[in-house]
């Protein structure tokens, strides 16, 4: 399985964004899928994620109310909506996927996409 992160872009800060992430190749059904953020000199962290059936999700506290993990799984496709944006939302987003989503809200995944950067201005 293959995962293809798009979206990412230079935005105000105030602005929003919406991420996508496709997956190709293979069927998902079943995974959960989580957004994933690395900035400059930082590690990697959780952002959200979202299971199978798109009834649960879960949010890093720095992005709730903000963000607004979806996914459309006629389409292979998980989304994040990112609103009010702000400088410190400035990283390489990741999107992933695994059957077990604790795995995901811990940074594991199974399937990993290459990553969309965003870029957010003051």
């Known amino acids: 399985v293959q995962l293809q992160a798009s979206g990412g872009g230079l935005v105000q800060a105030g602005g929003s964004l919406r991420l996508s992430c496709a997956a190709s190749?293979?069927?998902?059904?079943?995974?959960?899928m989580g957004w994933f953020r690395q900035a400059p000199g930082k590690e990697r962290e959780f952002v959200a994620a979202?299971?199978?059936?798109?009834?649960?999700?879960y949010y890093a506290d720095s992005v709730k109310g903000r963000f607004t993990v979806s996914r459309d799984n006629a389409k292979n496709t998980v989304y994040l909506q990112m609103n009010s944006l702000k400088p410190e939302d400035t990283a390489v987003y990741y999107c992933?996927?695994?059957?077990?989503?604790?795995?995901?809200?811990?940074?594991?995944?199974?399937?990993w996409g290459q990553g969309t950067l965003v870029t957010v201005s003051s």
């Open positions: 979202i299971n199978w059936s798109g009834g649960s999700t």
């Open positions: 190749g293979g069927t998902l059904s079943g995974y959960g």
């Open positions: 992933a996927a695994d059957p077990f989503l604790p795995r995901l809200q811990n940074g594991m995944g199974r399937y």
